[in-house]
């Protein structure tokens, strides 16, 4: 493994499953965030961790829960999901967080929610 | 509240100089990211300013005014592979990274 890996790579799911999205890196970074990316809308930070054991709500959080149980993983939990969480999901990683560190971006995961 | 400017697509010769603009209306700054993705990539990062002037790297060159809330992204001697989305993003006085909705450059022969 080399930076940051994502899976699946794309996912249709009917309304209403419960599906994780999985994100592992090996860079031993402390922060890790997931955002969701549609057309003509800039990346918008679901959730976010600074560091194992703690996590933060992004700017659209409805819908989605996070863990970080360690330094390398950070699932993203829909619980039950909709239409409109179809979306391109990534996943990145900084060494610190705080907004100020390079991110590194994971290939993403295009989800379709029918 | 917070918002970031770019325009939505702009068109370039190869060989040429195109120029990004970026302008920003957010509570504080704490820096400003530029970062290139490829259309179905991830996006990866270009370039950090967090004072003013010109940051320049080979081909590209990030420039930053913090008193006009504007940055712009230089691109010289164009390639087809240039042809991407540019994406600015500032950090606020929270240092939460605020994201533009990109620029989709295309480059033209």
């Known amino acids: 493994i080399a930076g940051i890996t994502q899976a699946p790579t794309s996912q249709i799911l009917a309304a209403g499953r419960r599906m994780t999205l999985r994100c592992t890196q090996d860079m031993r970074h402390n922060a890790m965030y997931w955002y969701r990316q549609d057309l003509g809308l800039g990346l918008r930070l679901i959730h976010y961790?600074?560091?194992?054991?703690?996590?933060g709500k992004g700017e659209v959080p409805d819908g989605y829960s996070v863990s970080r149980a360690n330094t390398d993983d950070f699932p993203l939990t829909l619980a039950s999901a909709v239409p409109s969480q179809t979306s391109v999901y990534f996943c990145a990683s900084s060494a610190a967080g705080g907004g100020t560190d390079t991110q590194y971006f994971g290939p993403g995961t295009r989800l379709t929610v029918l | 509240g917070q918002n970031i400017d770019q325009p939505t697509e702009m068109t370039a010769t190869e060989g040429a100089i195109v120029q990004i603009n970026c302008t920003y209306q957010t509570s504080g700054f704490n820096g400003l990211f530029w970062y290139q993705q490829h259309a179905g990539e991830a996006p990866t990062f270009l370039s950090y300013?967090?004072l003013d002037g010109l940051e320049e790297k080979g081909r590209f060159s990030s420039f930053l005014s913090r008193s006009k809330g504007y940055s712009y992204l230089l691109l010289k001697e164009l390639q087809m592979k240039d042809s991407a989305s540019y994406l600015c993003a500032v950090t606020d006085s929270n240092y939460q990274l605020i994201w533009g909705a990109g620029t989709k450059l295309i480059i033209k022969p």
């Open positions: 300013n967090v």
């Open positions: 961790s600074n560091t194992a054991g703690t996590t």
